[in-house]
């Protein structure tokens, strides 16, 4: 697999099976509490440690969305769309384990399959996403395809 940072590549420059990983980031309180005042979502799940604390979770967790949205900027960080993406044409998440505050994450990319466009300039790139927790237990899924320029 594949750490370094790689400044935006073209359609043809990515494999299928390529896999890459990005670095990490810690959950913090702040991220929770300022996803909750930017998304109006303030289910006690996420934003009351009493409530919380009496559910199956035993504390507060992260908002899957808030999980979905650092992901997709910790693989930003790779830099493998910098100057070449054209559109993020869509993608579907799935959260399989809850982040709790303090908790780290980073995302393993799979290259999934390339597909041509009628576009002469540009190209579908579909990823497998894999969100790991600090302990390496995955915690969410997805798939995120990006339109991509051609050399």
Sequence with gaps: MKTAIIPG??????????????????????????????SGDYHPLHTDEVYASNTVHKGRIAHGALIAAISTGLMGRLGLFDSTAIANMGQEWRFTHVVKIGDTINVKIKILEKRETKKKEAGLIIREITIFNQKGEQVGEGKATMLVKRK
């Design 9 to 38: 590549k073209y359609f043809e420059e990515f494999a299928e099976g390529e896999e890459f990983i990005t670095p990490s980031r810690t959950i913090t309180e702040t991220d929770i509490v300022n996803f909750a005042a930017l």
